[in-house]
């Protein structure tokens, strides 16, 4: 079975663009969620989708949204991109809402 | 509020050393606990849970007791190799489905 995938890897943006990253759930799992990891804050919590819709969301500004297609995959997107969004961006899914299932993480770099 | 709090890093221990690494929680209601583990260049992988109380999570020599008395679930391995050498996170999810991470901990084992 395959594992959480996420794309792309690596991302270089600029301040002030906006950037869109993919999140492919294992298969059947319907919930997905999303997580900032940076040096000093750790990791923290962006929002859950289960079923295409938001069911938990955490403290992040309105520039950080996000959504669950049909299919479980996910996407969220930063806008207006600022240096302090440069982190390691994880995707996790889950089946029954217990055990979380990670993906690798996509690195976004903000110059 | 839920949170997790886990000592701070980074721990250098020699190889078959014993391993503490502490982890206390806050949480309202009756939380699973879950020790992650995390490898360079990759996401978090699940390491063990426990999901009630006096529980014992166990996994590839790492042991780990939900203790409610003192809200603490400890990570614990008798003697480390090199190859445990990675981040780990301590993590409690409640009955809201959301998970709440501490900031990790880094371990290196040396030869």
């Known amino acids: 079975k395959a594992g959480v995938t996420q794309t792309p890897r690596y991302l270089i943006k600029t301040r002030g663009q906006q950037v869109t990253l993919s999140c492919s759930p294992i298969?059947?799992?319907?919930?997905v969620s999303w997580y900032q990891q940076t040096p000093g804050q750790g990791l923290q919590f962006l929002f859950e989708?289960?079923?295409?819709?938001?069911?938990n969301k955490g403290n992040f500004p309105g520039r950080f949204s996000g959504r669950q297609f049909s299919n479980s995959r996910s996407e969220m997107n930063v806008s207006t991109l600022e240096l302090g969004d440069s982190a390691l961006y994880l995707c996790?899914?889950?089946?029954?809402?217990?055990?979380?299932?990670f993906g690798a993480g996509t690195r976004l770099s903000v110059l | 509020g839920n949170s997790v709090t886990q000592m701070e890093g980074p721990v250098t221990l020699s190889e078959e050393a014993f391993l503490t690494i502490n982890c206390t929680y806050t949480a309202t209601g009756y939380p699973s606990l879950f020790w992650y583990v995390q490898y360079p260049g990759e996401g978090l992988q699940l390491l063990l849970k426990?999901?009630?109380?006096?529980d014992k999570g166990s996994n590839k020599g790492f042991e780990a007791t939900y203790r409610k008395e003192t809200t603490s679930f400890h990570l614990e391995k008798g003697s480390v190799q090199v190859s445990d050498s990675a981040v780990y996170f301590c993590?409690?999810?409640?009955?809201?489905?959301?998970?709440?991470f501490g900031t990790g901990t880094s371990l290196t084992v040396i030869p």
């Open positions: 996790a899914s889950s089946l029954a809402g217990d055990i979380q299932y």
């Open positions: 989708y289960f079923s295409e819709t938001q069911r």
């Open positions: 298969s059947g799992h319907r919930s």
């Open positions: 426990a999901t009630k109380a006096d």
């Open positions: 993590a409690l999810s409640d009955t809201g489905n959301q998970f709440y």
